[in-house]
């Protein structure tokens, strides 16, 4: 007997677009495939109203709605649980740009746009989207907004959240939001937007969104330095700050072990320096309206003054776009050479700057007390306080044995994060794989808060429940 929900949503949408929930095969698992969830049934709208009209028959029916894009997310935000309780809903189709205003800056494109797409269609007209990660080839506008996620160009640009002028909604009840705008000054009234994004999803579906866009650099200089220690690093951050004000675009940090690792796991790569004798390096980038010659002279200046004021222990310059492109080939490498080595505990936190070095020597102090052995892979956008505190298995440990003492290490990690005012998800967002962390890190008040506006946006919990907040306090 078919599920009268999948007969109203085969009406709507066809019998391609509206299938048993199994038919999204792969798509019920996270990325990691560490998270397995079960649909009711796996739909495909192919615009706004569509979205709203699922929406709908899902209150109908009394089913839940799960949204998904490019189903890269780390915490398992868009994987369905156990219930089979979910529509799982694909913005796949909606992947349109619907207006480039290049007059107004701003681009708008509906959610289930890949973030590369989005960037050339920025670049078609001189402009450029600055959001840029390692799954932009194959992460959706749509993930992106509901995980305000942030990525390698936050120094200079900011967050997701910090790129999206305006939203267009579908929320619990299956309305519609129209708040496509694109101003950079609206002061009328609570921030709706914001608060939509970064919400895993839980408050309402966006389907498209209207994003600011910037003059496209005309020259880009990138350059490795060494250094001796993190203050070291954040002293240098603030002599590049000085010295290259907004050009200054990228400051990703890496431990020599994580760099080392590229260079054995990629066996092609070529390194910055013949020997890693520093213990920490930055990938910088300085980006520009001015000449090539003068953006890399610019660098090469501020990299010899901070040489002279002892701050890097030494640097490496591209000559061409070839060097600066293998430059970045190292750093994008990086998470893959992790998982070549094998599977590794990840914790993406941020602090204050000012804490950053004190945070690494007491977790690292706790880690070595409590399982001695354990090896630091340590990288991170050093600008926006985040580190990717990846801690890999002693050596001679399989990693299963390792990763079965998750709880107990990543416990040390964010408890030392949040002793030392920092946040214990800096860009990967909460899902399903955090929620039940929260209550240790967040006051009641501010959880009480965030149940109040689930409530008032999703009264009857049908927006991908269970993520992010549980809505019954733990005892
Ligand atoms: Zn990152």
Redesign the pocket.
């Known amino acids: 007997m078919t599920d009268p929900l999948l007969g109203a949503l085969v009406g709507l949408l066809g019998a391609r677009y509206a299938e048993p929930g199994a038919a999204a095969g792969e798509r019920l698992a996270d990325k990691h495939r560490r998270y397995h969830g079960q649909a009711r049934a796996y739909v495909r709208p192919a615009n706004t109203d569509e979205v709203a009209a699922v929406v709908r028959l899902c209150k109908a029916f009394d089913a839940s709605v799960v949204v998904q894009g490019g189903n890269t997310g780390l915490m398992a935000a868009a994987t369905p649980d156990a219930s089979g309780r979910s529509v799982l809903l694909s913005l796949e189709r909606m992947n349109r740009v619907r207006e480039v205003d290049s007059a107004n800056d701003t681009l708008t494109a509906e959610a289930g746009c890949i973030l590369r797409h989005v960037q050339q269609a920025a670049a078609g007209v001189g402009r450029l989207f600055p959001l840029s ?2 799954a932009e080839g194959s992460c959706t506008l749509g993930g992106n907004l509901g995980t305000n996620a ?3 160009a936050v120094l200079r640009y900011g967050n997701t959240r910090e790129l999206c002028l305006g939203l267009e909604v579908v929320t619990a009840e299956g309305e519609i939001w129209h708040g496509l705008r694109g101003l950079r000054k609206d002061n009328t009234g609570y921030a709706l937007r914001d608060l939509y994004i970064g919400s895993e999803g839980t408050l309402g579906i966006i389907t498209a969104a209207t994003l600011k866009l910037f003059p496209q650099p005309s020259a880009r200089a990138t350059a490795y330095v060494a250094f001796g220690s993190l203050a070291q690093g954040i002293a240098l951050l603030s002599h590049l700050r000085a010295g290259l004000s907004a050009g200054l675009t990228g400051f990703e940090l890496m431990s020599a072990a994580c760099l080392a690792l590229v260079g054995q796991q990629f066996p092609g790569s070529v390194l910055p320096f013949p020997r890693l004798q520093a213990p920490w390096y930055a990938l910088l980038e300085l980006s520009g309206y001015a000449s090539q010659g003068e953006a890399q002279a610019q660098l090469q200046q501020v990299l010899e003054s901070a040489l002279e004021q002892g701050l890097i222990s030494d640097a490496s310059l591209a000559q061409s776009l070839a060097q600066s492109e293998a430059m970045w080939q190292l750093r994008e490498n990086m998470s893959e050479a992790q998982a070549r080595e094998g599977r590794n505990m990840k914790h ?1 936190i941020s602090l204050p700057l000012s804490r950053l070095e004190a945070f690494v020597a007491s977790t690292e102090q706790q880690l070595a007390e409590q399982f001695p052995g354990v090896r630091h892979y340590t990288f ?2 050093l600008g926006d306080g ?1 580190l ?1 505190y990846n801690v890999a298995a002693p050596l001679g440990m399989s990693s299963e044995a390792h990763m079965a003492r998750y709880a107990a290490l990543s416990q040390v990690v964010h408890d030392n994060a949040h002793a030392h005012g920092g946040s214990i998800s800096a ?1 990967h967002g909460i899902g399903q794989r955090k929620r039940d962390l929260l209550p240790r890190y967040k006051s009641a008040v501010e959880l009480q808060l965030m149940r109040r506006l689930k409530q008032a946006l999703d009264p009857d919990n049908r927006l991908n429940p269970g993520k992010v907040i549980a809505l019954e306090p733990t005892p």
């Open positions: 990660l390692g942030g990525g390698t993406d991170g956008h985040n990717h860009e």
